[in-house]
């Protein structure tokens, strides 16, 4: 592996914390500090660092320590997920260009994902999540995309910022992202057209009170994503107080900590973007804290994650025959975790919900599986 130490802030927050003795089941006193003569990885599952460059949303601002934030009431929770160790390799060290920065970023999450390590960010700016994608790009290998955010940032601009860096990641040439879902969109703030741009792309777009009223339907979206983006301006403000260009609408703190527990739970996925928390509006450390309990739940998926049984082991699933407008197709369902596949005319299978499989006892087409389908044409 690459030497990654000189891409990091010289000191580490847990340098910062001498006199803070943890209890020997909080999370303080058992993730591995990777830092200094100490970077280490290779035991470690998930790899948390932080990058508070905010450029992307303005020019003039300056980087933050926010993800110390987070750190804080993250190390004083206690570990339930005794099967799952965290690597904490601090914060990206700010560069001299933001173009700089996110090449750090980049080369970082790179070298996590070759080692074969799931990362969470810490940001920063939502454009950020480019990074996430580069990865991928820069390997030449299709991404399938989730993003949650109140806004849909299909702007049209001259360099990329947190408002437009949709436009780069879905259309730039050559493109590789094989499929994009998004999450949580607020049609108040969502020009009509950036809709039927997504429709016409085959994307799926989820508003919000769609998936507040059926938010276990985003599981088969986030299982088969390989990254996800999280803009914390998804949550309604009273759940989120730093959240002040947010809405007083959007996910509580309950509905964001299950959807990464859902990306936890996904074999795909290699990495977790939390963006948009800046700690300087924050009452009481309340965002902070939430994002430490969604990172929790990501964690707690994860477990379920290393439970479930391959597809090809048979025994492991419940097995279902199923005919609907002359398509003869098959659903599983895992006795392990109790969640569903179902089986297109290409011979795959991809994750779907029960309520496909009602759908399609009911003689319908899930509109799931319809989707999948326009795509393969």
Known sequence: MQDLRPFFETKHFIEMQDEIKYHPLQWGAK?????????????????????????????DMPYDQSANLVRQQLYDMYNWHAGITIADIGNIRQGATYADTRAALLIVLREIHDAGKIAIIL????????????????????AVAAVADMLIDLDEAEETNSRSFLMDMLTDTPNFIAHYSHMGFQSYYTQPRMLETLDKLRFDFF???????????????????DFFSFDISAV??????????????????????????????????????????????????????????????????????????????????????????????????????????????????????????????????????????????
């Open 207 to 225: 508003r919000l009170g769609k998936v507040k009223e059926s938010i276990e339907e985003m599981e088969p979206v986030l299982r088969s994503s």
């Open 31 to 59: 993730i591995k500090y990777a830092y200094g003569d100490n970077f280490d990885i290779d035991d470690a599952d998930i790899i948390l660092l932080g990058c508070g460059e905010w450029r992307g949303e303005q020019m």
């Open 123 to 142: 940001g920063g700016s939502h454009d950020l999540t480019l990074a996430q994608y580069d990865v991928m790009r820069k390997k030449e290998q299709m």
């Open 236 to 377: 309604r403000y009273s759940d989120a107080p730093a959240n002040i260009t947010g809405s007083p609408n959007g996910f509580t703190g309950e509905e964001a900590c299950s959807l990464t527990r859902y990306a936890g739970m996904s074999e795909k996925l290699t990495s977790l973007g939390i963006f948009g928390y800046n700690n300087n509006y924050d009452n009481y450390q309340m965002t902070a804290k939430l994002i430490s309990q969604m990172i929790w739940y990501f964690v707690d998926g994860l477990l379920v994650r290393k439970t479930e049984a391959s597809l090809k082991d048979s025994e492991e699933f419940f097995i279902f025959h199923v005919v609907f407008t002359d398509n003869d197709t098959v659903f599983l369902k895992s006795k392990r975790t109790a969640r569903w596949w179902m089986k297109l005319p290409d011979k795959t299978f991809i994750p779907c919900a029960y309520s496909d499989y009602l759908t399609a006892s009911n003689n319908e087409i899930p509109e799931r599986w319809l989707r999948a389908q326009e795509r393969l044409v």
